[in-house]
């Protein structure tokens, strides 16, 4: 890693997050809350520091992390998104036992300056949208299962049963509108069909529906993006 760019480790939670700098005469932490004024707080603490410009790194668990990763990356930081798989096998590889949200951060810091890993870049509007489409069709999906696993109970009398028709029915409705939505989301732009395929092999590495999802516009797209300032990073999003 370039000299003048320091590793920065961030561990996310959901109502606060940990920084660790790794700078050349000491590794200075704090804790900041998850929010917008936290996120300038980081900012002001790292330039403290002596710090203009960073390489920041956490990991792709849950949203967490979002609105953090792109407030640093609109303000011209790097930012990479990595793999908590490759993060653990790092810890291991690294005799590193010790796991705390402190310690995590460390941990990600060191990820970041000994790995490189590819550069964050948000995907463009139309797959945030078809992401959402696509996770809500999943949490739909689930819901029907569990009323048509109900339909199981040989318990229940007739009544009860025809009862729980009703939102079977609704639910399937629903699911199939937006089946529709998403084939006209892929129709419509040319780039989410190009995509297509990566993402159907995205999907079929993870077993939630929804995490399936989340997955595969994280992959938007697989490439691995160059060493350069974050104008010329590509938009890759899962290291």
Same mark, same amino acid.
């Not at 603490?45 to 792709?60: I, M, N, Y």
């Not at 049963?161 to 639910?171: D, K, T």
């Not at 629903?174 to 529709?180: A, H, V, Y």
């Not at 989340?214 to 350069?228: D, F, Q």
């Given at each position: ?9 961030? @561990?996310?939670?959901?109502? /606060? $997050? ?9 590794? =200075?932490?704090?804790? $900041? ?5 936290? $996120?300038?707080?980081? @900012? ?9 410009? $960073?390489?920041? +790194? ?7 992390? @979002? &609105?953090?990763? #792109? ?8 930012? /990479? ?12 590889? &690294? ?7 402190? !310690? @995590? ?6 990820? +970041? ?22 996770? %809500? ?6 819901? %029907? ?18 009862? #729980?028709?009703?939102? *079977?029915?609704? #639910?399937?409705? !629903? ?6 939505? *998403? %084939? !006209? !989301? ?21 077993? /939630? ?21 974050? +104008?010329?990073?590509? =938009?890759?999003? *899962?290291?």
């Amino acid at each position: 890693m370039s000299e003048s760019i320091v590793p920065l480790g961030l @561990d996310l939670a959901k109502l /606060s $997050f940990e920084a660790h700098l790794r700078l050349p005469l000491g590794y =200075p932490r704090k804790g $900041f809350a998850n929010t917008a004024e936290g $996120f300038e707080q980081l @900012d002001q603490w790292v330039k403290s520091h002596g710090v203009r410009t $960073f390489h920041a +790194c956490l990991e792709a668990t849950g949203t967490y992390g @979002d &609105e953090l990763a #792109l407030y640093l990356y609109e303000h011209g930081y790097q930012v /990479s998104i990595v793999n908590p798989a490759k993060v653990a096998a790092f810890r291991k590889s &690294e005799g590193i036992r010790t796991k705390n949200d402190q !310690q @995590d951060a460390k941990v990600l810091a060191l990820y +970041c300056e000994k790995k490189e890993p590819p550069l964050w870049k948000p995907a463009p509007a139309e797959v945030q949208l078809l992401a959402n489409i696509v996770n %809500r069709r999943a949490d739909l999906q689930a819901m %029907r299962q569990q009323e048509v696993n109900r339909l199981e109970n040989s318990r229940w009398d007739q009544q009860t049963l025809q009862g #729980l028709q009703v939102p *079977i029915e609704s #639910l399937a409705t !629903q699911i199939s509108e937006l089946t529709k939505r *998403i %084939r !006209q !989301q892929m129709k419509a732009h040319k780039e989410l069909q190009e995509q297509r395929e990566s993402w159907r092999w995205a999907s079929a590495q993870r077993t /939630s529906t929804r995490r399936r999802s989340w997955w595969a516009i994280r992959a938007w797209p697989s490439k691995r993006a160059s060493r350069e300032p974050r +104008c010329a990073a590509r =938009p890759v999003l *899962i290291a």
